[in-house]
């Protein structure tokens, strides 16, 4: 069982930055200890949408186009002295549009990633922009 614990959320004026974290945890290092990781967010009143993702490597990325330019994601990928892989989503000229709760989701595979097939969600963390 692999465990998706966020942090990093908060409130911030527009124009602001904020920087989430994801920390995967749950399984020994192997091989297949780091996992394809994404972010997606819902706001009050609407469908979750995909933010950005990440591959296993973090060699590829993709974007939202409304996020494209402000965010990026990156990664720290597990080792033999640390079993966990965290990802992380850079958030910067943030807008009141950007709030939302983030959740992040890790899927073992890139290809499941680019489906939004992902089997691991975190609880989600709250981040607002305020005007």
């Known amino acids: 069982q692999v465990q998706l614990a966020e942090s990093g959320g908060g409130l911030v004026q527009a124009g602001g930055s904020l920087r989430l974290s994801c920390a995967a945890s749950?399984?020994?290092?192997?091989?297949?200890?780091?996992?394809?990781m994404g972010w997606f967010r819902q706001a009050p009143g609407k469908e979750r949408e995909f933010v950005a993702r990440i591959s296993r490597s973090g060699g590829s990325t993709d974007y939202a186009d409304s996020v494209k330019g402000r965010f990026t994601i990156s990664r720290d990928n597990a080792s033999r002295d640390n079993a966990k892989n965290t990802v992380y989503l850079q958030m910067n000229s943030l807008k009141p549009e950007d709030t939302a709760v983030y959740y992040c989701a890790a899927a073992a595979y890139w290809y499941e990633a680019l489906n939004d097939q992902y089997t691991y969600w975190g609880q989600g963390t709250q981040v607002t922009v305020s005007a």
């Open positions: 749950g399984r020994p290092f192997s091989s297949y200890a780091n996992y394809a």
